[in-house]
């Protein structure tokens, strides 16, 4: 199956698709980061290449809620409109399955909702980030690894407690919203968690090798536990 990941420069989504034995091939206007088959340039110029499966990255610069305080200004000077035009000719490519993975933000209005909302905590990363999931013709992604959160007192920047809810343990996730501030910020927010990358490749091979579409496949997996549908997909990976 040839694979398309939009809009990566790191290779790790692209990598756990070759690992699956896929004709996987990465494309950003920047060079990858580690070897691999990686196109440098613009997507928009081979969506036509004749891919199978694509899983796209679109910039959230410009379309996530996080940054609803500029959207005036890039609404005014047509920042986000150019986004939005990218991501849509992303969600309009001519090809017959395809995950857009984008925040929380203006997309669910003015596209449709997502299908899907998923955690790295669902993926083994103890770590939170809402990440929608516009797919077609492709299943919801299985949870393969829940996390539990990591509790930590409430405390003052001197380490003391503080006077409001001072003996409740306040639960904390980590995520890549509070790494530091640095040139490579947006470039370290926007790499894919591993879990989330295995998992796109490893449950599109096995969903690929059912043969089923989309709702029986989706229907297998009601009623059970992690352990039993990760057993599912197994089966069918090695189909």
Not at 48 to 64: E, K, Q
Not at 81 to 97: N, S, T
Not at 192 to 217: C, D, H, K, L, R
């Amino acid at each position: 199956m040839r694979v398309l990941v939009a809009c990566e420069f790191s290779g790790v989504v692209r990598d756990a698709f070759a690992k699956r034995g896929h004709d996987a091939w990465s494309c950003d206007i920047l060079p990858t980061e580690i070897p691999g088959n990686h196109i440098q340039g613009n997507v928009l110029n081979i969506l036509n290449d004749g891919w199978d499966l694509m899983i796209a990255h679109p910039p959230c610069t410009h379309l996530s809620s996080s940054g609803a305080r500029w959207f005036a200004a890039k609404r005014a000077d047509g920042r986000q409109q150019q986004g939005v035009d990218f991501f849509m000719r992303l969600a309009e490519a001519p090809i017959p399955k395809t995950a857009i993975e984008n925040p929380i933000g203006i997309m669910s209005r003015i596209y449709r909702k997502p299908d899907q909302i998923i955690q790295p905590w669902q993926f083994g990363h103890p770590e939170s980030k809402a990440t929608c999931l516009w797919l077609r013709g492709l299943p919801t992604l299985i949870p393969t690894k829940i996390c539990d959160p990591v509790w930590h007192e409430n405390l003052t920047a001197k380490g003391k407690k503080t006077a409001k809810n001072h003996n409740r343990p306040q639960v904390r996730w980590e995520n890549q919203n509070k790494l530091p501030p640095s040139a490579d910020r947006g470039k370290l927010r926007s790499i894919t968690y591993q879990g989330i990358a295995e998992a796109f490749a490893t449950q599109y091979t096995a969903f690929i090798n059912s043969g089923m579409p989309v709702p029986e496949w989706e229907n297998l997996f009601i009623g059970l536990d992690i352990s039993r549908r990760n057993a599912i997909i197994d089966k069918y990976v090695q189909l």
